[in-house]
């Protein structure tokens, strides 16, 4: 079911993603203007966190899935756009944690999205942390906006589901408990009204004198 969408929560929303997208681009620009060489890395600090430029044309962390890389997740963003919105459209008013993991993942996936089809190269990625030859995957600052909302929606939903079996359980709980309520009532009524039958008929019983017998001299 659709839910209302008061304007206070579509600013937030804007503003969530215009800000992942806008400080997600600029860094992408500042590293390709200032890294140039691709593979190279700039120590930032020590050996833990590095700014290497590298284009992947995959998905997040190097995914990758041969020639077709760009235009599969291309595809596959834009779908995953349309659910988000989806479940932007469904969310409770209140329900405020939803609504900001949702414009995390939406504005890093924009901005990773716009990579892609602008240069057949794929997303700019910079950020090299790691100790030595054991490295994380590079990634940018959509690839963090995406993670962190994607972990955060996946409690909140996770949580809900709770909820939701918590509630039906507890409605199964009080069916039960009414059926057997009503079904003792049920019982209770039937004796009662036999009682007075049998009280009456007794009563009949007691009351009524045996037939003379004839005497016979």
Same mark, same amino acid.
């Given at each position: 079911?659709?839910?209302? $969408?008061?304007?206070?929560? *579509?600013?937030?929303?804007?503003?969530?993603?215009?800000?992942?997208?806008?400080?997600?681009?600029?860094?992408? =620009?500042? +590293?390709?203007? !200032?890294?140039?060489?691709?593979?190279? %890395?700039?120590?930032?600090?020590?050996? @833990?966190? &590095?700014?290497?430029?590298?284009? $992947?044309? /995959?998905? *997040?962390?190097?995914?990758?899935?041969?020639?077709?890389?760009?235009?599969?997740?291309?595809?596959?963003?834009?779908?995953? =756009?349309? #659910?988000?919105?989806?479940?932007?459209?469904?969310?409770? !008013?209140?329900?405020?944690?939803?609504?900001?993991?949702? @414009? #995390?993942?939406?504005?890093? @996936?924009?901005? $990773?999205?716009?990579? &892609?089809? !602008?240069?057949? &190269?794929?997303?700019?990625?910079?950020?090299?942390?790691?100790?030595?030859?054991?490295?994380?995957?590079?990634?940018?600052?959509?690839?963090?906006?995406?993670?962190? /909302? +994607?972990? #955060?929606? +996946?409690?909140?939903?996770?949580?809900?589901?709770? !909820?939701?079996? @918590?509630?039906?359980?507890?409605?199964?709980?009080?069916?039960?408990?009414?059926?057997?309520?009503?079904? *003792?009532?049920?019982?209770?009524?039937?004796?009662?009204?036999?009682?007075?039958?049998?009280?009456? /008929?007794?009563?009949?019983?007691?009351?009524?004198?045996?037939?003379?017998? %004839?005497?016979?001299?």
């Amino acid at each position: 079911m659709e839910k209302s $969408n008061p304007p206070g929560r *579509a600013g937030l929303v804007a503003a969530i993603i215009g800000s992942v997208f806008v400080v997600d681009q600029m860094t992408k =620009l500042i +590293a390709v203007d !200032r890294l140039v060489a691709v593979y190279v %890395p700039h120590a930032v600090v020590g050996d @833990a966190l &590095r700014f290497t430029l590298v284009y $992947n044309p /995959g998905a *997040a962390f190097g995914l990758h899935l041969g020639p077709y890389s760009r235009w599969i997740f291309t595809a596959l963003t834009i779908g995953a =756009l349309v #659910l988000l919105y989806k479940l932007y459209r469904e969310t409770e !008013r209140g329900d405020l944690v939803r609504v900001i993991a949702i @414009a #995390l993942v939406s504005g890093g @996936a924009f901005g $990773n999205l716009l990579d &892609r089809l !602008r240069s057949p &190269r794929g997303v700019v990625d910079f950020i090299d942390v790691g100790i030595g030859t054991s490295r994380w995957p590079t990634f940018n600052v959509a690839d963090m906006a995406v993670s962190c /909302g +994607a972990i #955060l929606l +996946a409690v909140v939903l996770w949580r809900e589901d709770t !909820r939701r079996e @918590a509630g039906d359980q507890n409605r199964e709980t009080d069916q039960t408990t009414e059926g057997k309520d009503q079904a *003792a009532g049920e019982g209770t009524g039937s004796a009662g009204a036999a009682q007075p039958l049998i009280a009456s /008929g007794r009563a009949g019983t007691s009351g009524t004198a045996a037939p003379d017998t %004839p005497l016979h001299g």
